[in-house]
Every structure is written in C-alpha cells, then in structure tokens.
C-alpha cells in the first residue's frame, strides 16, 4: 500500500473526463463527499451541467460542476479519464494542452465488443501506456480503477477489492493512493506504467468470474501478512494506530449499528485492513439492542429495597442491579459491587445512567447486551461482509480495578480473536523461558482504544485500532477473560 509523503496531500479541484457515465459519476459522488470540488467534463456540456446538478442535488453543500471536456480539464489540478476505449485517444488529443503540469489517473480498460471477456490488449501493452505516449512527458499518467465495478462505487460503503495502481512517477503513484484511501478504497503501488496491463487484462479475467459464477462484480484483493509480522510470529508491533470513528450518530433501538460504522469508517478516510480491531462502547450495542430501562417501570422486590436501604441508591435501581448480577460482593453507601451475570466483577452491575436518554425525560439506565459476545461476533460479521477483509470486534465498558483507583477500558465482548496473548514457552532478552505469561491482549486494545472514545461529551463511541498484535480466533470470547471462582484467592 501507499506509504510516501504524496497520500497525504489533499487535492482540491478534480476533473472527471466522462463523468456522466457509471464509474465517473459514482466517482465523482464519492470525492465530493470527501470535500473536493468535482468538475464533471463530457462531449456535451449542457447534459454535464444537468448532471452535476442532479448530483448537487442529492449532496447539498457540495461542490460539482458541469462542463465540457477541454473547460473541466483547464479547470482541474488532477484529471481521472473514465471514457470507453474507442473514445480514449480522442479525449486525450482533445484535451492535452490542458493536462500540461497534471497527473492524469487513466481507468481506461481496452475491451472491444462483443468479446469483453477476452483480453485485448493494444500493441503499446496497456491503455495506459498508449496515453502517455500520447500525452508526453509533460502529463504524469497514473494507472487505476480498472478492476472497481461502478455499482461498488455507487453504493457509497467500502469496496470489496483493493486497487491496482501502476505509475513511471512514484510520487503521482502516492499521491493517487492516498487520495483513492480517501475514499474508502485500499489502493496498492504495482509497479512501472507497463504494469498497469495487467489490471487491464484482469478486467476481462474478471467478467469471465461474473458469467460462469454468477458472481456480481467481482474484484481482487491483496492477501498476505505484512513482512514484519511475518518474519516472527512473536514478533512485537511495529507501531499502533487508534483511529476515532467520528460523527456518528447518538443510537436508539433497533438502529442498524453496523451500518452506521461502515458509514462511519469511510466518512472518516478508513479503509479496514487485515488485522484491524474495531472497538466500539457498550453503550452503543446496548442502546441498538434495546438494553434501556426506565426505572419508574421497574418492579420491586423485598430484596431490592433491601439494597437500596444499605446503599442509599433508588430502589429501582437496586433492583435491576439485583437481576443483572449472580453474587453481591460488597456493599457501601452509594456504592455495589457484584458479580454479573455473565461473570465480570464491576460496580452496579455495569448498569450506567451518563450518555442515555434526555435529562428531562424519565430517569433511564442501560444494561449491558444480553450476550456481549454474540453481539461483537454478529457485528464483526456485517463488518467482514462489507468491507472483505479479516477483522477483530471489541464491546469495552470503563470498569474499576481492584485495589487501583480510577477507571480502565476493559473488553467484555469480543469476536474474531484470542483474547489472552499466552507467552509461554517464549524466552526473554536473556534467554529464560517465560513461564505465567498471559497476556490479556482484548484488554489492553480495549484500554488503548479508550484515550479517543469519549467519557463524557465527546460523542465517539467506537474507533479502528491498527498495528495490535494478537491471535486471530473464530472461538474467541471475553468470556474466557474471566478468572474462574475456584482461582479466586480472595474469596
């Protein structure tokens, strides 16, 4: 993938030669929502300008605009040419002097009908190469996008298939990588322009996989673990990512969370990769599903009362501590610490009143999922499905510890990994053997993840952490974080 300094520049303005076709106008959605201003170029400048306003229309406060080829082309600091073959050295001719200075990202596939599902390539190699000798060296060509379907595109989530990018200038190859990771796609530096006929050809390959598997659009992906971790398995990360998932929404019951992540991850410019954790807080599974209590509607028992007479807490507050928990370990004034149902140790149960419902509405509190588990599990599920890549799921909570003061991101739902790194067997910096070392590694991306998710105000409940090390497992669960009461020397 694009490392170099040119993904993270920021182009502003962007032409799109045949925009009004499918790939060019999901394209064009696609980076006006990122913030550039799109300039839409076709044949026909007035169905541009028609265009560009349907699409302005459907993104208010979005900047898009209409013209033809040659006038979006002066207008643009990058150009994407996204027209059929048999009009590629036209456009380019037409539009030459214009691209003097610029980088010119050619998505051009050389299919010629009826054989679409036969490689065609042109006696230069590659469309792309054909460009550039068109152009000459005064336009940097990049090649990309041959192997994204447009309906892909279209759908505004994470695409399923990485991006082959194939350029003679490796800073225009960086520059392009970052601005496609922009938006939502996970693009790879493949090599020379010469390169750039092997995603063309892929695209015949790969409309031959759509007829005889009835696939719809399929597309590549680069597999394989980074150098890094692969030369040792033990081998420590090599830096860690947490990235906040902002802006979205404050959840109610029965909202679609995965939707509103994969939303979430792409509006932010994060394209998950293999390995990724998502982290997301309690509350937000708790609040989808449906975990809220209004305490006037809560039922009381003599054993409620009793707990809220030794702790001073409301009665019904006491009573769902009591049926959310096997044991109450200690009690104080305003304060409970039980033992869940589901095994953790942690004060009222987890049942938390900050961050749920209107303060002027009837006092409301949220119980953890019912099974934190198979809610991390079902989302990591929608998450993989959507975005085609292996990744981890944590629920965390704020939980205190024993014997320290203060509150630490914990996981109490986990999906997609072994919660407990087991280091023995593993030998130190001077060869012993390590012999009690367990690792509770979910605990510790749970806790990382906490520095961006908000305790209070800021309105962040979930983030991508990137770089953790840890086992991937389809097993895993936050269950087997919990000590077993026959190890529990304090009992």
Known sequence: MSTGPGAEQLVSRIAILGGAGALGSALAARLARAGHEIWIGSRDPQRARDFAAALSNDQPGARIHGDGLLACASQAEICILTVPYAAHAETLALVKDALAGKILIDATVPLKPPKVGTVQLPAAGSAAVEGQALLGPQVRVVSALQNIGAEKLAAGQAVDGDVLVAADDAEAAALVCGLLERIGLRAWHVGPLANSAAAEAMTSVLIQINRRYKRVQAGLRITGKAKAEADSAHAGSSGVEIHPIRGLPLFAAGDNLADALARGLIANGLAPEDGDVVVVAQKAFSKVEGRARTLSTVSLSPEGRDLARKTGKPQALSELILSESVEVMRVRENLVITRHRLGHVAANAGIDASNVGDQNGPETVLLWPADPDASAAALRGALQARF????????????????????????????????????????????RELKVTLVAVADEIAAAASLVIGEAAEGVPAALVRGAVYQPAEDGAALHLVRPLEQDLFR
């Open 388 to 431: 085609g890549v292996r990744l981890a799921v944590i629920m965390s909570d704020s939980l205190g510890r024993a014997w320290r003061t203060g509150t630490l991101g914990t996981a109490i739902g986990v999906a997609g990994m072994n919660p407990i790194r087991d280091r023995r067997g593993e030998v130190d910096l001077f060869g």
